[in-house]
C-alpha cells in the first residue's frame, strides 16, 4: 500500500513563480525524503527531514514536517523550466529493521512554462 | 559520485520469455532495491537485499525473483514473462547508515513484453 500520497496530482506554473507540493502518510516514520524524477530517468534525491526536525532548507528547496498531522510540504522558489520534472515524497517507517526500505508517493507532475 | 547502472535502457520481450534485469552499483552500498513504476501507482517495491545472498520480498514480488551473489550486483529475474509485467524497472542502492538512507537509483529500464 502507498504510504505517501502527494498533492496535488499535477501542477503548472510560470517561471519565476513558487511551486507547493504536499504529502501525506499514514504511519509514524523515521524520517521523510523527496526525490526528483525527470522524464523516462531514475529518481534523484534532494532533501531529506528527519522526524525531530520542523523545517530545512536546500538551496530554493525548503521542506516542512508537521508529524502531528502526518504530512510535509515541498516548497521551489523562483522555480525555472529546469524544475520540470516529477517529484515524490518518500517515508521510512519508524520502527524495526527496515534496511532503509523506502515508501513512494505516486508523485506529482511539476511543469515550469517559460 | 554513486553510480548506479542498469545493464538495458530498453527491452522488448515475448511473453513466456525468461528475462533478467542487472544493476551494478560502484559504491559499496549494502542495501539494493528494484522497484517497478507504472502510471498513477508510483514506485512499488519488488524486492529488496541488504547484504550478499540475503533477499526480503516487497510490495509485489508475485512473477519475480532477485539474486545477489556479489555484493554490487543485484539481478531481477522474471521466470516466465507476461503482458502485465510490462512497466518500467528501477533500481537503486543505498549503505547502512542508521535512519537517514538515502537511495540512488539507476536510469531506468523501460520493458515492454509482447
Known amino acids: 500500500s502507498q504510504q505517501g500520497e502527494e498533492d496535488p496530482q499535477a501542477l503548472s506554473i510560470q517561471e519565476g513563480e513558487n511551486a507547493t507540493m504536499n504529502c501525506s502518510y499514514k504511519t509514524s516514520i523515521n524520517n521523510l525524503q523527496w526525490y526528483r524524477q525527470n522524464s523516462g530517468r531514475g529518481l534523484v534525491h534532494l532533501i531529506l527531514i528527519r522526524s525531530n526536525e520542523r523545517e530545512k532548507h536546500s538551496g530554493r528547496l525548503r521542506v516542512t514536517l508537521d508529524t502531528s498531522k502526518k504530512s510535509s510540504s515541498l516548497l521551489i522558489t523562483a522555480s525555472r523550466a529546469a524544475d520540470t520534472a516529477s517529484y515524490f515524497c518518500a517515508t521510512e517507517r519508524e520502527r524495526g529493521t527496515s534496511y532503509g526500505k523506502l515508501t513512494f508517493g505516486q508523485g506529482t507532475i511539476l511543469t515550469v512554462h517559460p | 559520485d554513486v553510480k548506479v547502472t542498469q545493464s538495458s535502457r530498453y527491452l522488448v520481450k515475448r511473453t513466456g520469455e525468461k528475462v533478467f534485469l542487472e544493476c551494478v552499483q560502484d559504491?559499496?552500498?549494502?542495501?539494493m532495491f528494484w522497484y517497478r513504476q507504472d502510471p498513477g501507482l508510483g514506485l512499488r517495491l519488488i524486492y529488496f537485499?541488504?547484504?550478499?545472498?540475503?533477499?526480503e520480498k516487497g510490495d509485489i514480488p508475485e512473477g519475480y525473483s532477485v539474486s545477489r551473489e556479489k555484493k554490487e550486483r543485484f539481478s531481477l529475474i522474471l521466470e516466465s514473462a507476461s503482458t502485465n509485467q510490462t512497466s518500467m524497472y528501477l533500481c537503486a542502492s543505498s549503505p547502512h547508515t542508521g535512519g537517514k538512507n538515502i537511495q540512488y537509483f539507476g536510469a531506468g529500464t523501460r520493458l515492454s513484453v509482447l
Open positions: 537485499s541488504y547484504d550478499v545472498k540475503m533477499k
Open positions: 559504491m559499496d552500498h549494502e542495501n
